[in-house]
């Protein structure tokens, strides 16, 4: 079968997962009445009279955007996590190792701690500030390296990530135990959620997810090639240092904005690639949109997982992600030492 077909059928199970995902949950709503809402809102397709006007509240206003981020901050996590070990040609790579999870963090924790409202921002001061300090920390990561190594290698920014997201870690763990009032919503953030996110998130997340993808997929080819190496790669005319760099820079607009308006959700970024490359093949022009496909359902999975498993109560997303991702990497890991 062609990638082509497989990514088409990839895509139609995901539309499945996600009305599904939308039917289930403490008030039940059939598949049926649930397909019938969506096409309504979006299509102005006649509605059933027998639809509970609830119904529409609750599947159009609730669980649709809820969903939707899901699967759109699944699917930019799974790309980042795609270009990250491409980039780093390391099957264990994660954008999260470039310091960008700590630096959100430590900027939502000084929203959460200060109790700032940015004029005009009111309630997304908090995403807009640790999307900008997750930015800041991935260029800094970046111009580090590339003062350290003109080449920027692979071992060279994974150390320097490493250093400064152990530092940031210590800053945020200080600023938690002198303001210990503040812990348990600082914890909570850290391990992510999709409660109470609107439509307004979704359209927040939508142009940095336009940016990030449509430049990385200017660049498929050289990280094709670059996968072979650096020296078969400025053999082939291909800038490595530059490329890195841009790719960095494009890798930290997904990652910034997944991890500011759902919080530090981990494993996705790792799972979902090495998936999409069993089915597609490693050719990125194939890899990136499988990863997408693969990351947001997985994401909208361990959601619906997390918000019905204890209900009416929720999990964080971050510990479902977590408890399927840790075996995942250690199997990784060890299959690669056994080979």
């Known amino acids: ?9 990839g895509f139609i ?10 039917s289930l949950g403490s008030a039940g709503i059939s598949l049926g009445d649930t397909a019938q809402i969506i096409l309504h809102k979006i299509f102005r397709l006649p509605l059933s009279s027998e639809i509970d ?3 529409v509240s609750i599947v159009w ?14 699917g930019s996590l799974a790309v980042s996590g795609a270009v990250c070990q491409s980039v780093l040609r390391n099957p264990l790579a994660s954008p999260y190792i470039l310091g960008v999870s700590s630096g959100a963090s430590l900027g939502a924790g000084i929203i959460i701690i200060s109790g700032i409202a940015l004029p005009f921002l009111g309630g997304f001061s908090l995403p807009l500030t640790g999307f900008v300090f997750g930015l800041v920390t991935v260029f800094f990561v970046a111009a580090f390296s590339s ?3 003109k080449s920027m290698s692979s071992n060279t920014i994974i150390l320097c990530g490493m250093v400064l997201s152990l530092f940031l870690n210590a800053a945020l763990t200080t600023l938690s135990a002198i303001f210990s009032d503040d812990l348990r919503r600082i914890v909570l953030w850290q ?12 359209w927040l997340i939508l142009p940095f997810l336009a940016i990030g993808i449509a430049g990385i997929f200017l ?55 090495h998936a999409a490359r069993r089915i597609t093949g490693s050719r990125h022009r194939h890899l990136i949109p499988m990863s997408f496909i693969l990351g947001g359902s997985l994401m909208v999975c361990a959601d619906l997982i997390a918000r019905t ?3 009416p109560s929720e999990l964080p997303v971050g510990a479902i992600t977590a408890l399927i991702g840790a075996p995942f990497f250690a199997w990784v890991y060890f299959r690669r030492r056994t080979q």
């Open 1 to 9: 079968m062609k990638n082509r077909n497989r990514i088409v059928i």
């Open 147 to 149: 003062r350290i190594d």
């Open 309 to 311: 498993i204890i209900s």
């Open 191 to 202: 391990m992510g959620s999709f409660a109470m996110r609107g439509w307004t998130y979704v």
């Open 219 to 273: 660049y498929t080819k050289e990280m094709d090639i670059l996968s072979f190496g650096d020296d078969v790669a400025k053999t082939a005319g291909v800038e490595t240092g530059s490329l890195r760099k841009k790719l960095l820079a494009l890798t930290a607009v997904l990652i910034g904005a997944a991890v500011a308006l759902s919080g530090v959700i981990g494993f996705v970024d790792l799972i979902a690639p």
């Open 53 to 55: 006007p609830r119904s």
């Open 61 to 74: 206003l609730l669980r649709l955007p809820r969903v939707l981020l899901a699967f759109l901050v699944g």
């Open 13 to 22: 199970v995901s539309l499945t997962i996600i009305v599904i995902a939308v």
